[in-house]
């Protein structure tokens, strides 16, 4: 069966440094991953997958994250945090058929 | 270009009480879904949908029922409310094309149920 797991409630980071928030997976086959951000009151917002293909994958609002086969790991980074990007993200994995399964979520409080 | 809206977006029911939440998309997605987002749990799937006329159970389907009738539209009942149905409900779409398209979600439907 698949899964997901964030192991960090939450991540603190200055405004300006790096960031990074993690997620492992599991899944028989192909993964397909995607993180996901969601503000107060609001849905979740797609940020980026990966499907195949190089492992540094670029997304919205500066995001990238890297594709880690061997760890089985798809941590979301960031080179220089912002305030407006304090919010829930969310790690979520997919087989290649309906249902995807989403992490517990990581909240991201970036300080200024 | 509105994407996927939920209705209501807030409401109180009391125990036993039934209601229909509606989700409706613009985007002509083939896949539809309901979520509930509890504190510490993520997203829980709780009936889906891969085309008009067509349901299926999700990982939490007790206590809910669903309809699609029209491609756009995506409905969530509760036949009777109880308190451990209190949850933040969202509805999603993608498109068929294979396991590697994002879902669009909703600003969701916050239930208390007393």
């Known amino acids: 069966a698949q899964s997901v797991a964030q192991p960090e409630d939450q991540v603190n980071v200055a405004e300006g440094n790096p960031l990074t928030v993690k997620c492992t997976y599991s899944v028989s086959g192909n993964p397909y991953l995607f993180w996901y951000v969601q503000y107060p009151n609001r849905g979740l917002q797609f940020l980026l997958k990966?499907?195949?293909?190089?492992?540094l994958v670029k997304g919205s609002y500066g995001f990238e994250a890297e594709f880690n086969k061997s760890q089985t790991s798809f941590h979301l980074k960031k080179p220089s945090a912002l305030v407006s990007d304090s919010a829930l993200y969310f790690c979520a994995v997919r087989d290649g058929g309906f249902k995807t399964i989403f992490g517990a979520g990581t909240r991201l409080f970036v300080k200024a | 270009n509105a994407g996927v809206t939920q209705t209501p977006k807030f409401r109180v029911l009391k125990t036993g009480q039934s209601m229909t939440l509606l989700c409706a998309q613009d985007?002509?997605?083939?896949?539809m879904y309901w979520y509930r987002q509890d504190p510490g749990m993520g997203l829980r799937l709780i009936h889906y949908?891969?085309?008009?006329?067509?349901?299926a159970k999700g990982e939490v389907p007790d206590g809910y029922n669903v309809s699609r009738l029209k491609k756009q539209n995506f409905l969530l009942g509760l036949e009777s409310a109880a308190p451990s149905q209190t949850s933040v409900y969202f509805c999603a779409s993608s498109h068929m094309t294979g396991g590697n398209q994002p879902q669009h979600f909703g600003d969701g439907t916050r239930l208390s149920i007393l």
């Open positions: 985007m002509n997605h083939e896949y």
């Open positions: 949908s891969v085309g008009e006329g067509t349901t």
């Open positions: 990966y499907i195949t293909g190089d492992n």
